[in-house]
């Protein structure tokens, strides 16, 4: 696959003027929104490569070290990389759990997980340990933390301890996936919304045992009720469509009987998995995944156990998901 060079960009008064247009003031304030559709022509060589994975989506950007600190330029760069490629990957990043989160600060406010446990000290980065908790949810695909008002517009995720084979992970995109779809479907979706709900990725019965746990899965359940999400949400930034239901949190779709959203929701839940919208990653230690969550969907493959896996997980923070 040929791969081009990625160049880093000066902020230009029509990047301001696109962004103000399609989120508001509120866009020029919060850096996970601060991104041009496209980049400006005119660059300063950064010497780094991305090379494309599949048509639909996923990309290896190589020539950067994330552990250093990040300059403007070179952050608004990776964004619109990320927006156009939908996931980016970095191998041999040795990063240590605060330089993690700093990297990932760069892009937005970082999420503080209810359920999850986390570095000592470095609360923003969740472990997600096969030894030390429930992790069947992941094993469906899913997109992080839909039972929010505001899901995540992104996820930094780095290999900490992997088995020696299995423990891959899938990404799907949302957006191919709604492009696929005939005329009359896509008009029928984007007139319909779903409800998201954090107690269908985390049943007391797994997360409430003891009186502990079940104070701190109740505390999290009161603070996230169910929520409404469009089906087909537009891209913050590029306007771009996706399917924005997931089989993860996604309980049902509003509009329709309990029979016919049933029917609708496995068929999306089907189609978003086809292999013409997916890529699979092989992990090493010390990779790193930058997933856009606005616009994908992805799967971590249970064929490991009883092998040891730990993850290192960053959650930003996004926006309210718009039709």
Excluded at 15 to 36: C, E, M, N, Y
Excluded at 92 to 100: E, I, K, R
Excluded at 193 to 204: E, G, I, L, N, Y
Aim: charged share 25%.
């Amino acid at each position: 696959m040929r791969a081009r060079h990625l160049r880093a960009s000066p902020w230009t008064s029509s990047s301001v003027d696109l962004l103000k247009s399609q989120g508001g003031d509120h866009a020029t304030r919060h850096s996970s929104f601060i991104l041009p559709a496209r980049l400006p022509t005119e660059f300063a060589n950064m010497h780094l490569t991305l090379k494309k994975i599949s048509p639909a989506l996923g990309a290896v950007v190589a020539g950067i070290d994330l552990a250093r600190p990040l300059t403007e330029q070179l952050r608004l760069e990776l964004l619109n990389s990320l927006v156009e490629r939908q996931v980016l990957f970095f191998r041999d990043q040795h990063l240590t759990p605060q330089q993690h989160r700093d990297f990932a600060a760069k892009f937005g406010d970082l999420h503080i997980h209810p359920i999850y446990p986390h570095v000592a000290g470095v609360r923003e980065i969740i472990v997600l340990d096969t030894q030390k908790i429930d992790l069947a949810d992941n094993a469906i695909w899913h997109t992080d933390v839909t039972f929010a008002e505001k899901p995540p517009m992104g996820a930094i995720l780095r290999a900490e301890k992997l088995p020696e084979t299995g423990g891959d992970t899938l990404w799907s995109s949302g957006a191919a996936a709604y492009a696929a779809l005939s005329h009359p479907m896509r008009e029928m979706l984007e007139k319909l919304t779903a409800t998201h709900d954090f107690v269908k990725s985390f049943p007391v019965e797994r997360f409430g045992g003891g009186a502990d746990a079940y104070a701190k899965w109740e505390k999290a359940r009161l603070d996230n009720p169910p929520v409404r999400h469009p089906v087909i949400r537009s891209h913050p930034i590029t306007g771009d469509k996706s399917i924005f239901v997931n089989e993860g949190f996604t309980s049902c779709i509003n509009e329709l009987s309990g029979r016919e959203s049933k029917f609708l929701l496995e068929f999306l839940f089907q189609h978003i998995a086809k292999p013409e919208f997916t890529i699979r990653w092989q992990w090493q230690v010390g990779d790193i995944a930058f997933w856009d969550n606005r616009s994908t969907q992805h799967y971590a493959v249970d064929d490991y156990r009883p092998n040891h896996r730990v993850m290192h997980r960053a959650t930003i923070i996004g926006d309210v998901p718009r039709a």
